[in-house]
């Protein structure tokens, strides 16, 4: 009697360990996911803890939105899903990442202004494109560029500058000529003739960052001192530190 209790306890034990072995974590698809934000957005707490936060419900002007996108990008080992919100006011502006069980790989919450995205394949890699447009001191517009990067390690900023600077008077634009491993390359132009005409600047990998860094950052700088040195009367109210290359705010959780 007692081998036969000691047999059928044996087995209840394997029996729940393997029950406990094939369970599977949570998928989730683009459209539950935009459920969980909406419903976030609507101040359900659940929903956006579910999204690790993804909603800051101070100041109280967070309903704003916009343009609210989630959509996808399927890897080799798994689906990621990103989401983009566009606020009124671009302290609210996200774009975060999460995989098919809804963990959070990143979280961006430095983009400005109007929000465009695609998705692109450049050398062999696969990026996320967000091009932010806004403006700075009511009369200058600003287009800025981040590349995050995609591989099987998951989803990084590898890549940020502005692609175009326009004030009363003249149009300046930078162009990515070449994107590959080692480089990105870019072709700086402008409306009227300027001391930064025809130049080139060229973002070497490294890899110890994971990022495409130049050394002299050429166009940035030249809007940055273009930026300080614009003389004029402010009506709209300004938010700090959205006039020149802001510093990202990043959650990586890899």
């Known amino acids: 009697m007692k081998l036969l209790i000691a047999i059928i306890l044996l087995f209840t034990f394997y029996g729940c360990k393997q029950r406990e072995y094939i369970t599977q974590p949570e998928k989730f698809s683009s459209d539950a996911i935009k459920t969980l934000v909406g419903q976030a957005i ?44 566009e606020n009124e006011s671009p302290v609210h502006n996200r774009f975060a990442v999460y995989n098919s069980a809804l963990t959070p790989l990143l979280r961006d919450k430095s983009l400005n202004g109007n929000i465009f995205y695609k998705t692109i394949k450049a050398s062999g890699k696969d990026f996320i494109e967000i091009d932010e447009s806004y403006l700075s001191k009511d009369a200058l517009l600003l287009n800025r560029i981040s590349l995050y990067s995609v591989d099987s390690s998951g989803i990084a900023l ?91 705010t990043i959650i990586d959780a890899k």
């Not at 025809?198 to 110890?208: H, R, W």
């Not at 050394?215 to 300080?228: R, T, Y």
């Open 158 to 248: 590898s890549f940020r500058t502005h692609t175009r600077f326009s004030k009363p008077g003249n149009d300046f634009f930078q162009n990515l000529v070449e994107i590959s491993d080692a480089l990105i390359s870019t072709s700086i132009n402008s409306s009227k003739r300027s001391v930064i005409n025809k130049k080139t600047d060229n973002f070497i990998f490294d890899s110890s960052t994971g990022k495409y860094l130049s050394s002299q950052n050429l166009f940035d700088e030249f809007i940055k001192k273009e930026i300080e040195s614009f003389d004029h009367k402010l009506i709209k109210e300004q938010i700090i530190d959205t006039t020149v290359v802001k510093d990202e």
């Open 42 to 85: 609507d101040s359900n707490l659940t929903a956006n803890n579910k999204l690790s936060n993804l909603i800051d419900y101070l100041p109280a002007d967070t309903n704003n939105y916009n343009s609210i996108v989630v959509d996808s990008l399927v890897t080799a080992k798994d689906t990621l899903y990103f989401v983009i919100l």
